[in-house]
């Protein structure tokens, strides 16, 4: 491995996901000769080669109404709105979205009215910033996709913050939105600044029922729950006491405190949440080591070297280290004490988890489920669960040059015993897209495949808390940043968006499952399993769609796409109950609204019909923000969908000045814009999207 170091401050600036994957590892392309240029395999596949990727026989998943459609697909009957470069929130005709659950909203505790001037402890008892992944839990509790469509537990992920926007103390400073205060003579931080700020991340659990007028509300309820950057945390499975998790807040390495920079999520058969864990290497710094000193555990998912600052400088903040079991100054995990048990050298192998959460039972403890890997975890999917056969979900790994995995656990599972316990046991693999329209999943199973002592691997454990590189080892296919993925309820098809790549070199560097470099619009790709089984060890796999502008795209049918369906950097994926496939845009604050990527507009949401590949934009979000997160109520007659960081691409020096780009959802120019929650209905009362 290279001893390149990637993360600079600068990139993370730019609120991209940095690459780290300086492995050997080549392209599939360098590998294989290739049989198919590009075009080939697109007419092939997207054309009459889909129809024996399409022909290969329904799962017999069931469940889905009588809209799925049978072979023509789902209905979508909406007009297509256009691209908007506005500060507006725009849905088609005949549907009404109002923003919810806004950042700052009192939801458990005191209550404390959302105000600039909170304390952190207050935002700790608030909805927290930046909504991501998103589930509607119906009331009743039994079944993730089935119950009340007019009261429940809205779950979701707070994948991080923009501090300016935070404290009182950045007013009228030059800050963009990575920016901090620091103004303590010491260059240290305030204490409870950091506080508000790893308070405003994690998980909020909030009970909303529809209100007797229609809309939704809050309400509340012992359940109403935030888990942040420092609630408590177990750790299970492989990795569970072993060394690699031993920090002095927990000697025998069981413990942990908070989660960070959760993405997207999982929704589990057994009716809990999963929270993916990110982008968390950046928040982490350590202060003893040169770039090339750090352990791998660290340099592989770069975790900031002694000649680096940590994201948000947490580390800084102004309190007695010995204080509150250092939790601040555990996000330095330097070697600074005697041994691993004096310091926190092994916080960081506490992230880059999947983690799960009870939202129906307020007193449990989150649990990280080390069984399905560590790495930058946008989210994670779940095959339908089949009464005898065993637990298989996805997970993409969202970096540049990563990788897509699944883990198929080792009991069978069973609804009257299933639970997280049949995540702890099982086997990950790592996807190896051919360029035939094959693939195969390689295990990462200490032992196989050279992961073993000669090679560097000396147990499971290590092989999990190095799953990158274990990936690299074994010969997985690099991919193009790796976001949601969704599992077609009909014929169990999974989908995966690869959002972009500036990274990808052109021409010996493109494989077909990745066949731009660099790709700066990304595409979304699917397969379907080896005899229709999940836990399947290889697969046909195609490309949905290549995601652009109307010269350089391509749908299912071959065609570009037009003005009615333009997108990029695709991100949010979800199948609703009719089999819709919604699509959610992240295009980077760095580049959105200029350049290329000018002609998209603000980022969007479409839906697509999965067998005809038609694609049509269902809505568009207001200035500087990313739609993300989206469910639907069992009717299917409510939405709720998110949208993160609005404002974010506004100046340091305009918000010095005090000249906010959006003010959305308030449009009140005494606040600064929030992340919410935005409630989507159709007006005659039907199902969305319809
Ligand atoms: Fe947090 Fe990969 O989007
Ligand atoms: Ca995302
Ligand atoms: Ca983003
Ligand atoms: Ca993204």
Redesign the pocket.
Known sequence: MKTLDPVTPEMLAQ?DEPMSNYSDNRHFADIIQTRYSRRTLLKGSLGAAAIGFLGAGVAGCGGSSSSSGGAAGPRIGFAPVPVSDQDTFVVPEGYTAEAILQWGEPITGTMPAYDLINSGEEQGMQVGSHHDGMHFFPIEGEDPWTGSSEDGLLVMNH?YVEPRFMHMTAVGLSLDRNGITVLNPDNDRDADEVLKELNAHGVSVARVQKQSDGRWAVVADPRNRRITGLTEMEISGPVRGSDFVKTAFSPEGTRTRGTLNNCAHGVTPWNTYLAAEENWAGYFRNSTATAAERPREQARYGVRHSGQTSRYRWELADEDPAANQQRFARFDVGATGGSALEDYRNETNGFGWMVEIDPFDEHSTPVKRTALGRFAHEGVVFARAVEGIPVVCYSGDDAGNEYIYKFVSAQPYYKATAGGHLLDSGTLYVARFNDDGTGEWLPLVYGLNGLTDANGFTSQADVLVNTRTAADFVGATKMDRPEWGAVDPVDGSVYFTLTNNSGRGSSSDVDNANPRGPNPFGHIIRWKEGNDLPTSLNFDWDLFVLAGDQDDSEDLAGNKLTDDNIFCSP?GLWFDHDRRLWIQT?I??SVMNSGIFEVFGNNAMLAANPVSGEIRRFLTGPLGQ?I?GVVTTPDGKTMFINV??PGATTSAADFAAGNINSRWPDYDNNTYPRSATVVITKDDGGVVGT
């Open positions: 609120g994948e991100d992240d980077s604050e990313e993300t993160q960081h």
